[in-house]
């Protein structure tokens, strides 16, 4: 009798995210795939096994609601996209005995005050901390703190609300304006998380984004990648990463035995990780860990490369490596391609609505880049950081060196203009 395929639930936070690598590797895999959102879809009568609507806010209630779906069609694995589906996900993995994280440890990735205490308590290099409600009193803290420090919220992400401070005039005006953001509608309702800041240490020194994936409790770096910009604020937009990283190995590999510490001190067991990590003359820091792979788009920036019994090798996604881990199937490979390979995150041009992007074509046309991809459409009001998140779109490029693929990147940006209007 034929094996039926192994079939994985997908949990999509937002009808925004894109989902195509990860339809590409399911399909290439020739595994079944159940796409959960946390509303119902129109389409869901017509694809019983191919959507679900699970509660994400509540993750307990949507491990039950997995539990329902999967007696009807078994599940062999359950991935999440990003920090709160981690949770969600490790509540289905923890009910239905699929690989996962324990749902403490992913609880604990996603509140950024929760994962300090615990790496502070297990000895992992994070800055001094302090948790602030935003009822306090910001001139009287910022009398007492010491400079320069960050002021951040709990769960937000992509660098949303993170303000650096330097005096404390700037912390009374960085506490206002990260008030601000979480007494936003679509903050202010997420809980209790939203009525507090953090409250930092600002660590000097370069920045890498970490890749990897967790077995067992054990890391695999997958990639490491530069980012060549300084990230000293104000406000922390991401630009430009660049992978291999071109930091020395030693440094490489104390930042990479930071992040396996943070994976030990949090728990994490099974899958995907994401981490920033800061390097300077007193060593790693731990920034930001999160249970998740890096954000939809910026995957593209990473290829694999799989050596398969007769067939030879061949070029896979991150997504496809996620996949195959959820399920238990057999991981050829860990290695990255030979080529440097990096992404530019599109930096906002400023506040107003976007009326035209001149210069695609001539960037695409710029040596070594592979794609320019303009993600915000005519119209769309753009935000700037720290109240946006949203990149306006993406450059990537790939080439035999990470300085040449830097150079590449800043060569297409540079043709870009982007004509906007200021908002009503
Ligand atoms: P998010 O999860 O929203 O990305 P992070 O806590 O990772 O928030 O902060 C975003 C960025 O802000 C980091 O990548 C880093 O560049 C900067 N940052 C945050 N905290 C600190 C800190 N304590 N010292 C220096 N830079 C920081």
Redo the contacts with the bound molecule.
Sequence with gaps: MLRPSPRLLLLLPTVTYRTVAFVEAARRLGVDLTVASERPSTFEQANPTGLVTLDFADPARAAGQARAFARRHELHGVVAVDDDTAVVAAAIAEELGLRGNPVAAAAAARD?HQQRQRLAAAGVAV?RFELLTTAADSERVAGRASYPC?L?PLR???????V?ADDAAGFVAAFQRLTAILEQPDVARCGDWARQILV?????GR?VAVEGLVTQGVLTVLAMFDKPDP?D?PF?E?TIYVTPSRLARAVQRDIAVCVQAAVGALGLREGPIHA?V?HNDRGAWL??L?ARPIGGRCSGALRFEIREAGNGKRETSLEEIIIRHALGMELPTLEREHQASGVMMIPVPGAGVLRDVRGVGEARKVPLVEEVVITAHRGQTLVPWPEGSRYPGFIFARGGTSEAVEAALRAAHAQLEFLTEPAD
Excluded at 156 to 162: D, H, K, Y
Excluded at 200 to 204: D, S
């Design positions: 950024k800055p960050v951040k937000l992400s992509a660098s949303r609300g993170v650096r930092e240490e600002f660590v000097p920045e990230l604020g922390f991401e920033e800061r920034i930001e999160a």
